[in-house]
């Protein structure tokens, strides 16, 4: 079925006349940010800053600034804001919303939280077997210090037995943040430790997406957007306790974005029929608590939302139209398990790094 489908995929691309296509090269040329929505903007940073020492940023697109430049400050609700291009990006229309931007140390993307008002949004908290579900991983420095700031905030556990446990990538565990989004904190290695660039808690942030399928999955990220697969491997029954479960397998796919040294890993659970909770699909809209967006830079942005649609995949943004800004134009694709796939083309004349 795999290959099936890349086969289509790849097709759709040789197709293209050679003005409007990038051929097998992968459109995908960076990653912005990863962002979340948030049901609380001010509670949800302050605990990212006083867990893991993360702190407020400039916006990808906010342009070259001095080296002393301030980062932005998270805008009180009363002061959300109304676009109509936001509206037509997002399908959120008549809504208030604001952004908080942050910076982890050696990462190098950003993590984003959104938040909305004035519109319905839902606030299931997803379990890791969910399909549409994701977490970041944050990789640190020293586990049982991030572990008893967690405890200070009260932070929910699920790893089954409520403790971090041994696994082949090091001890970890995994806890939700005051939304009920799922983060995993994980021991780093000693020379993992040495390595890094920057001084502070985090040595690296990957992210995890849980998928119904994981050859359908690819076909999106593999096969549509070129992302590269490092690895997969069944795991062992201590990384399904990590995640709260404790019956089935659990595979992994591991994978990096093209243009950066970001790991995603693509996670397919097969748990016994009989097995609770159990798992139900995501539908995010990008109003929802908690709802998974990638925010990627891309080049050729008109053929790929003609590949896009093609292959059958759905839009969030109205019409699947991009909305144009001085820094470039902007459109959302839904991957096939819900999650939220900003495509961003960067205006030539703008540096947005």
Known sequence: MRLLLLAVIAAMWSQQPESGRVGRESPVRGLFNWIHSTGDAERSFAFYRDVFGIELSRSPFAGSASANAQPEPIRPASQAGSDQLVWDLTNTHGSRFRNVFMRVTNTPFGLELSEFFDIPRGARQANAWDPGASKLIFTVRDLDVLVRRLKETRAPVVTTGGIALNTPNGRAILVRDPDGYLVEVRQASSAAVTAAKAAGDVIETAIWISVAQRERA????????????????????????????????????????????????????????????????????????????????????????????????????VGAKPIQRPFGRFVFAIDPDGVLVEFVEPSARNDVH
């Open 218 to 317: 690819l076909a999106f990220y593999e096969g549509l957007l070129g992302f590269q697969i490092r690895d997969t491997r069944t795991s062992d029954v201590s990384e399904l306790r990590v995640n709260g479960a404790v019956e089935g397998t659990l595979t992994q796919t591991v994978t990096t974005i093209p243009g950066t040294p970001v790991t995603v890993v693509l996670a397919e659970f097969a748990r016994p029929s009989k097995a609770t909770p159990p798992a139900v699909s995501f539908a995010w809209k990008i109003q929802d608590i908690g709802a998974p967006q990638f925010q990627l830079e891309v080049a050729g942005l008109d053929a790929l939302i003609e590949r896009t649609t093609r292959a059958g995949y759905r839009f969030l943004s």
